[in-house]
């Protein structure tokens, strides 16, 4: 595989794999992980006692992923069906689609909050209104067709995921940028902290007024991720170590609602700083941290995962998740997205000739 390829199927891959070593232990504390599973550094079972549902896993065996990993397909097959980044109203058409043509319960009753989201726009809040994560955790597509790109990432994330709302919705398109801020070559895992804190302060640049970006309030109320992804990411290069770094980064990262986008995003950031990018230790960090757990190891697996490539990821992990979920294959998906990359970049060699031809004629 080449390593676009590589990169690609990584990050797609690696947010499955994330979602999956998260999901059987979903909602634990960090010391309810500790007393039943000592710690987890493989995927495992789900417990007999956890309940198929339509917002956890289908199936409890290992490698099974949750909606995170459902979201990402669909994500997936809008780009796909586009052949590019999808508008607002191509998403929500493939969701009404989705819904309507389902005779499965679970599948219906997964993508529900999501179609009244769609039909009802400003006036129905999804998931009563908090910023969740339900859009940030299925990402990795929306990081990876515009790799190299961290701001376009950002916008087009920023306005095609309606269902992230508040200050998700910049958790969300924050987490595509640093995504694809990945695929640059030999690029540090500090620089992709630093391109994606730039790709936000460039896209607010364009849609706040200066006035409020100077104002007393702004660094309180207007820069929610990059404040708290900065500040877990100290914690990170502080202690390294994924175990000794849990109490102090849960006081500082824990919000409200344990599924906030914000907060994925950040422990995901923290995680991936204190593995240096290692995409293992990124995934068993998260998971092992608790709380929201699957969708904070799904985010770091996307970036560690677009960051090494698949290459770097424990095959045995890869073909579990493969083997135990419904097609299409994440493989299958990352080759239908690499041709839409590659076409894409051609077209624009061809668009960056011509104008240079036009700026030399004399």
């Known amino acids: 595989m080449n390593k676009l390829f590589d990169k690609v199927y990584g990050a797609l891959i690696g947010a499955a794999i994330g979602d999956a070593m998260g999901g059987p232990v979903e909602g ?7 007393e039943k599973y000592g710690f987890v550094e493989d995927l495992i079972d789900y417990d007999p006692e956890i309940k198929i549902a339509p917002h956890g896993p289908f199936s409890l065996t290992a490698g099974s992923y949750t909606d ?38 679970l599948t219906k009753e997964f993508l529900e909050e999501y179609v009244e989201k769609a039909i009802f726009k400003e006036d129905k809040t999804c998931f009563g209104g908090q910023p969740t994560n339900g859009a940030i955790m299925g990402i990795a597509p929306f990081g990876v ?17 309606f269902m992230a709302e508040g200050y998700a919705r910049y958790s969300t ?25 730039d790709a936000i302060k460039k896209h607010k640049s364009y849609i706040e007024g200066p006035h409020w970006q100077n104002s ?5 109320v207007g820069m929610k991720n990059e404040n708290l992804v900065t500040e877990c990411w100290k914690i990170g290069d502080k202690y390294k170590n994924i175990v000794e770094m849990q109490k102090p980064l849960r006081d500082i990262v824990v919000q409200q609602f344990f599924a906030d986008a914000a907060e994925t995003l950040s422990i995901a950031m923290a995680f991936i700083k204190a593995s240096d990018g290692d995409f293992s230790k990124s995934v068993i960090g998260c998971t092992n941290f608790g709380r929201d757990n699957d969708s904070t190891a799904s985010v770091a697996g996307a970036i560690a995962g677009s960051y090494n490539g698949a290459s770097k990821i424990p095959s045995k992990w890869i073909d579990l998740v493969e083997n135990n979920n419904p097609e299409p294959s994440f493989y299958d998906l990352s080759k239908e997205l690499v041709k839409i990359i590659e076409f894409n970049n051609e077209e624009n060699f061809k668009i960056t000739e011509n104008i240079s031809c036009l700026i030399n004629e004399q």
Not at 86 to 101: A, G, Q
Not at 174 to 195: M, Q
């Open 28 to 34: 634990f504390t960090y010391e309810k992980i500790k």
């Open 68 to 105: 995170d990993s459902r979201m990402s397909k669909l994500f997936a097959k809008s780009i796909i069906n586009k052949k590019g980044v999808p508008t607002k109203n191509e998403l929500t058409k493939l969701f009404y689609e989705e819904y309507f043509r389902s005779d499965d319960l």
């Open 145 to 161: 067709i515009s790799p190299c790109n961290p701001l376009k990432a950002l916008t087009d994330s920023f306005d095609t995921l």
């Open 173 to 197: 398109a924050f987490a595509a940028a640093s995504i694809s801020a990945a695929f640059i070559p030999n690029i540090s895992v500090d620089g992709i902290l630093s391109e994606s804190l």
């Open 216 to 220: 007393n309030m702004y660094p309180f």
